[in-house]
């Protein structure tokens, strides 16, 4: 079976999404690869994909009942729609996964998760649906682990977060008020910025490439490089990949999201190559 399925624009223009986690590994735009992917990733099923666009639910961080940031991104995936060319040319395809014993053991909730997947000629949608299929109401958080490609970290600004607070994991710090207009990665950085009322874009942007992160209902950004250090104590992660990559992560994170029976939450976040 393959253990993966793409999405074809046209012949320099593509999305790979692998079924475990249903993860987005590949956003080939214009012939150039969008986001990153370690080289040392284990693409098996015996860990996270490192690198795409990892799915977290129900938990970002470290979780109690699991595995830091859940269980979505380490579990079989189906495709319930395959890749079909809309009218306007657009390409999508819908992944789902739902409880079963495994989840069960460690969350006892019952739900669907709805992952529709669109690509355009110059963006990518990624468009999540999570439902509480069961007659409790529970609360969750989610996050979609977008690791962008970069050419050289040194030369990336990433905007869109001047006057939010965040919470600096790096310096132990919380309530920060970002002062600047564009951030340049040039060390270790893990914040969860809370954007609410913020507007809800964020600029990546190097000399080669600009992309426009946009969102809806995903109110927090989480903004995390490794970097050195980091980089070369993660098995599958390449001792430098910290200088390509940067993650930027739409997420609903900073509170949890309560879901009562039968209500759904749809969040989603597209990427356009400017
Ligand atoms: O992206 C933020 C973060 O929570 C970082 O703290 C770091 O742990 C990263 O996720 C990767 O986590 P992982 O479990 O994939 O190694």
Redesign the pocket.
């Given at each position: 079976m393959a253990n993966s399925i793409t999405l074809d624009w046209s012949e320099n223009c593509s999305a790979t999404i692998h079924l475990y986690g249903a993860t987005v590994t590949s956003w080939i735009n214009n012939g150039k690869e969008q986001l990153f992917l370690s080289s040392k990733s284990k693409m098996d099923g015996s860990k996270?994909i490192?690198g795409g666009i990892?799915l977290v639910f129900p938990n970002?961080?470290p979780w109690e009942h699991g595995p830091?940031?859940g269980f979505a991104r380490i579990s079989w995936w189906k495709i319930i729609e395959q890749p079909t060319k809309m009218s306007n040319g657009d390409v999508t395809t819908v992944l789902q996964l739902t409880d079963d014993d495994k989840t069960r053991n460690m969350w006892n909730h019952q739900f669907l998760l709805t992952y529709k997947v669109t690509l355009g000629e110059n963006n990518l949608t990624t468009k999540l649906e999570v439902t509480n299929t069961g007659s409790e109401q529970f609360d969750f958080t989610v996050l979609l682990?977008t690791y962008f490609r970069v050419s050289d970290i040194n030369s990336c600004k990433v905007s869109g977060f001047l006057g939010c607070n965040y919470s600096d994991?790096v310096e132990g710090t919380d309530n920060v008020s970002e002062a600047s207009k564009e951030i340049v990665i040039d060390r270790n950085i893990?914040r969860v910025y809370r954007l609410a009322g913020q507007p809800d874009g964020h600029l990546i942007s190097t000399p080669e490439t600009k992309l426009m992160l946009t969102k809806i209902n995903l109110p927090d950004t989480?903004l995390?490089n490794?970097w050195t250090e980091k980089a070369a104590a993660?098995s599958d992660f390449d001792d430098l990949g910290y200088l390509n990559m940067v993650?930027v992560?739409s997420g609903y994170v900073s509170q949890r999201k309560i879901l009562h029976a039968g209500e759904t939450l749809t969040c989603s976040q597209n990427i356009t190559v400017l």
């Open positions: 996270a490192r990892p970002f961080g830091q940031h682990h994991k893990d989480v995390w490794p993660m993650c992560e």
